[in-house]
């Protein structure tokens, strides 16, 4: 009779490569890994012979890379997503997509079950779980970390024992994802944020005290919401998305350290790397300025705040974020036009900015006497506009006034008595 069949999250570190063993051997079941390609850094070559040699029956490789960037990236631009206003969502997008990918091969392979590495006190179980049951509700979902009693060295000693090849010591314990829009480092050290976070976790991120001292100018040229050029050559999404990436790191842009809610409930500090979302979401916030107008802005501000955290919070799957990009992606028509940036110590800041559907006006705006602005209509309009705040101060100076008077008029008691 043949095993059941599982499909495994494989990115060849410590925790999945020791779960190709553990599933064997605590679920009796045969193990396919599935590893996707969105921008990391590391080597991948070695992935695949090292979940064939794990006793994986089949692999499953795909270079998601253009996939990631278009279909999960872009919308986090549309959206300028920063979950609590400060991380730009680069670990939680690439989770649907590796859970779709998934349930797609455990499709294709006829499988019973699907697993994945994450922890119980982590996002991605939420992000990952929701989106598999949600794709394919008949398929079982195995986190064998979930499940498991080991610690860290409880782990390397367990993988010792069953000759699987170990990436890190006790001594490095850093937990690292990568992809195109970011790198988060978690772990060890890290864990207590009362001690500042080590030089040795950086490796996106140039120190400022490094970094060259002459500024460098980049122009980000967008269409629709998106970036399609970096100084004025056309790029495919992801080749833009990594050379922004190399230019600000060289220039410290884009290291992140602060404390974070977690869906779960938890209270944590957070590292990432994120040079080339800081530089690409602070170009595109600045070219909003130029196009929207107040009334959007100020509804997408609150609609961004809505995406970020319905994203971080595992909803990619859910109607409502459907809602949501519906209003973000009706805003992004004329977010069209090119963003210089100037990259400096640690810094990317927009200096200059041009739309062909820019609400900018120079004969409105400027301080010439000769404009098409008639300041004298500016008396009427403060006049309209102050309306209700003036009335209500009148009505406090009136409520005053009588108060003022109604005390004028009581008689106070002569006293009496001896004294």
Known sequence: MPKDKVILAYSGGLDTSMMVKWLQMEYGMDVITCNLDVGQDKELKGIEEK??????????????????????????????????????????????????????????????????????????????????????????????????????????????????????????????????????IEGGILEHPDIPVPDDIWDWTADIMNTPDEAKYIKIGFEAGVPVSLDGVNYNPHELIMKVRDLAGKHGIGRIEHMEDRIVGLKTRETYEVPASETIINAHLDLEKMVLTRHQKLLKYEIDHKWATAVYQGLWIDPYKEDLDAYINSTQKNVTGVVTMKLHKGTAKPVSRESPFSLYDYNLASFDINTHYDQGDAIGFINLWGLPSVSAWNLKRKIADEGIKEMGKKVVPVPTGDY
């Open 51 to 184: 979940a064939w040699k794990l006793g994986a029956i089949n692999h499953y490789g795909f270079d998601a890379k253009e996939e990631f960037a278009k279909e999960y990236i872009f919308p986090a631009i549309k959206a300028n997503a920063l979950y609590m206003g400060t991380y730009p969502v680069s670990s939680s997008i690439s989770r649907p997509l590796i859970a779709k990918k998934l349930v797609e091969v455990a499709e294709m392979e006829d499988a019973q079950a699907v697993a994945h590495g994450c922890t119980g006190k982590g996002n991605d179980q939420v992000r990952f779980d929701l989106t598999i049951k949600a794709l394919n509700p008949k398929l079982k979902i195995i986190a064998p970390v979930r499940e498991w009693k080991f610690d860290r060295a409880g782990q390397i000693e367990w993988s010792k024992k069953h000759d699987i090849p170990i990436p890190v010591t006790a001594d490095s314990p850093y937990s690292i994802d990568e992809n195109l829009w970011g790198r988060s």
